[in-house]
């Protein structure tokens, strides 16, 4: 399994501001993925991060608001933009294991709280 | 519909109870199914991972599925105190498709 380090692990930030979350990956891999976890809901995926191309942004999640750089095969980060009480929630950094299916490793995640 | 449901719990249990921890499931094309425990202030980490239906076994751990009803069963033995986290079952339909999640089933198991 990769291990995955993600900094800031927790921040509270006033709205209007922006927010950049680091995911640092100890080995090369071709896919990082951001995920949102809010209380009582499922992990969702936000996007997805391929070194060398725009990531893939899922249904309701646009790239002005949650900006992500992929400079190299083992970091990227997210940034939450304009931030809002809305966006308090944890983001976790994510990449797959080796061999069939999607088996996902993640960061110890970011908790953000938005005042 | 969601395509994973799981109920949220919590769950309270006294020290070396059997655990059960169930999900469902709506998307026949789900093939690969995992489970995840999550410690509070930490990220997701694997915990079972299995294809299509069967049983896996680790441990005090067993994961089920019967794809036939849908059903994920994840069943811990001789529950302990450091079993507390949340658990997360998910499954995908494999080829780099995307792993829903359910919401989690959060357990606490008493000394």
């Known amino acids: 399994s990769a291990v995955i380090s993600q900094k800031p692990s927790r921040d509270i930030c006033q709205r209007g501001t922006s927010l950049t979350i680091q995911c640092q990956v100890d080995?090369?891999?071709?896919?990082m993925f951001w995920y949102r976890q809010q209380p009582g809901q499922s992990l969702t995926l936000i996007a997805t991060a391929n070194q060398g191309s725009e990531a893939t942004y899922e249904s309701g999640f646009v790239i002005d608001k949650f900006p992500i750089s992929r400079p190299n095969l083992t970091f990227s980060t997210l940034t939450v933009s304009n931030m809002s009480p809305e966006d308090s929630s944890i983001y976790l950094c994510s990449v797959l294991g080796q061999g069939p299916g999607e088996k996902l490793f993640f960061g110890s995640g970011t908790q953000l709280s938005v005042l | 519909q969601k395509e994973v449901e799981q109920d949220p719990g919590p769950l309270s249990v006294p020290e070396g109870a059997i655990v059960s921890l169930n999900c469902t499931y709506s998307n026949s094309a789900f093939q690969y199914f995992m489970w995840y425990r999550q410690y509070s202030r930490k990220g997701p980490e694997l915990l079972m991972y299995t294809y299509s239906s069967g049983n896996k076994e680790d441990g005090r751990f067993t994961a089920q599925v019967d794809k036939s009803s849908k059903y994920i069963s994840l069943f811990i033995r001789d529950s302990q105190p450091s079993d507390s986290a949340t658990y997360l079952c998910?499954?995908?339909?494999?080829?780099?498709?995307?792993?829903?999640f359910g919401t989690g089933t959060k357990l606490q198991v008493i000394p």
């Open positions: 998910a499954a995908s339909s494999g080829g780099y498709q995307k792993v829903t």
């Open positions: 080995s090369q891999v071709t896919m």
